[in-house]
């Protein structure tokens, strides 16, 4: 038999049990009967989901409707299943009690057919809406859910502030392409194609873990966005696409830490017989940010002269050293040490570069403060 | 103006009957259901009015005036309503009312049976 919805018939009179099933059959809604509110609730508690309305009698022995619905109101389960409340003419005053309490509408005895069906169909229409509802919000659960795996597993492979940007609401726009003010920072090591070939691929790739634990935290700590691992090369920019006013000051600090904690690793590979070196150059300049590559294989890339800028200046810095142009120097001046390198002719690059080496850089928050309450 | 109520409406039992698509049987099966759980509410009626107890005589008393209703049994179904009323007002009836009750239920009850003789059910 096919139905339209299963209806609960809670009532103590068999005459009116009857009486409603016979209608409700003719709706070819099926039905179920209890005999007072006890009965019912055991029923909605054993089979609830698969009951869509209940047709409740008010007057019964053992739990009357009141207490019926109020038990079904309390119960987060069976709290939208729609009442329909059944009863005589002449007790509209409980019919009022009875909706307060949550009813959703309420049928005259004696049942015309024409007024039940209306009544049935407004409530099972309703109750297939908050079931659609129900599955709706499950599907929106199962999807978040999905979107924040993927969200962490994105963070693995990408820059944590790109993974955040991607999932952004703006995330479309700037993937899309945009010009913005970057610091950018390329860091390599010296020696490394000799250690290369010389260690064996597991020493090999020991040492470069090593590195990149080291890099990885530096880049963290800095606020950096990593553009890509190539080996030893790393690239990373600042003010994009997490703007920071204080990118170029970052870009340098980071650098420092980086080549001290560099001094700390290549320390212990000394001792094995390793010798490797740590150089960065660092420019700032006007970059196009965005998604970059084809369909299938993107990354997030900054392309400009400064990113050929920075590359160069890496090239030619010596073991332990931080070259920076003079733009860059111009705005961390009060905070660095500096030693001249002179000017440098880069690859690609029309005019000679000044270019000046990191030597220190004052302590970061003191500094501040004293600034701060002088 | 008080119409005689009648021990079996006719009129009722023929509404009732079309409702259902005139399925005679179904009439008489709900004739059955209402011979049977009447006598248990007649009874309740009596046993609450022998404990003094107005609460204990609304539901049988409200339960035997619907259904008496739908069946027809319009004196049953107007002695219990105004027993209903009563009670709920906190007054247990006279004996006499009870009694009346009764008497109009085994009425009913007859016309009932005889009405299904009638259509051969």
């Known amino acids: 038999m096919t139905s339209v919805g299963v209806a609960l018939v809670v009532d103590d009179s068999v005459v009116n049990r009857l009486v409603l099933i016979r209608h409700l059959r003719g709706l070819e809604v099926e039905a179920m009967e209890a005999g007072n509110g006890v009965e019912a609730l055991d029923i909605l508690r054993s089979v609830g989901g698969a009951i869509d309305l209940v047709l409740l009698d008010v007057m019964m022995p053992e739990l009357d409707g009141y207490e019926t619905l109020a038990a079904m109101k309390a119960d987060e389960a069976l709290r939208h299943i729609p009442v329909i409340i059944v009863s005589g003419v002449e007790e509209l005053d409980s019919v009022v009690r009875c909706i307060e309490l949550g009813a959703t509408d309420y049928l005259t005895k004696p049942i015309t057919p024409r007024v039940l069906e209306a009544r049935i169909n407004a409530s099972l229409a309703a109750k297939r809406l908050h079931d659609l509802e129900m599955e709706y919000l499950e599907r929106q659960r199962t999807l978040t859910a999905t979107i924040e795996r993927q969200k962490t597993e994105l963070s693995r492979f990408l820059s944590p502030q790109i993974a955040a940007l991607i999932s952004s609401e703006d995330g479309g726009k700037l993937l899309a392409g945009h010009r913005r003010e970057i610091s950018v920072a390329f860091c390599d090591l010296r020696g490394f194609t000799a250690f290369a070939q010389q260690a064996d691929p597991e020493e090999l790739l020991g040492v470069l873990g090593e590195y990149h634990r080291m890099m990885g935290a530096a880049i963290i700590e800095h606020g950096g966005t990593l553009e890509h691992f190539a080996g030893d090369g790393v690239m990373i920019f600042f003010n994009d696409p997490l703007q920071q006013e204080d990118h170029v000051e970052r870009a340098v600090r980071m650098a420092v830490t980086m080549r001290d904690r560099f001094a700390e690793l290549a320390s212990g590979w000394q001792k094995r017989g390793y010798e490797l070196g740590f150089g960065v150059g660092i420019a700032v300049g006007y970059a196009t940010l965005g998604r970059i590559g084809f369909e299938g294989r993107y990354d997030y890339g900054a392309i400009g002269n400064v990113v050929i800028l920075a590359s160069r200046l890496s090239s030619q810095a010596g073991s332990n050293q931080i070259l920076v142009n003079q733009r860059v120097y111009a705005q961390v001046e009060q905070l660095v040490q500096v030693e001249e390198v002179g000017e440098l002719t880069l690859k690609g690059i029309p005019r000679p570069v000044v270019a000046l080496n990191v030597t220190s850089v004052a302590p970061a928050s003191p500094r501040v403060t004293e600034a701060a309450s002088a | ?121």
Not at chain 2, 65 to 84: Q, W, Y
Not at chain 2, 101 to 111: H, N
């Open chain 2, 1 to 121: 103006m008080e119409a005689e109520r009648a021990v079996l409406s006719r009129e009722v039992l023929a509404t009732l009957e079309a409702s259902v698509g005139g399925d005679r049987s179904f009439v008489a099966e709900l004739i059955e259901a209402y011979l049977a759980e009447g006598e248990t509410h007649v009874a309740e009626i009596e046993a609450a009015a022998a404990a003094n107890s107005a609460t204990k005589l609304v539901r049988p008393a409200h339960t035997l005036k619907s259904s008496s209703a739908t069946l027809g049994a319009m004196v049953v179904s107007g002695l219990s309503a105004a027993l209903e009323q009563g009670a709920r007002n906190g007054s247990v009836p006279a004996a006499e009312d009870i009694a009346a009750v009764r008497r109009a239920w085994i009425a009913a009850a007859a016309a009932l049976r005889a009405w299904m003789g009638e259509v051969g059910s």
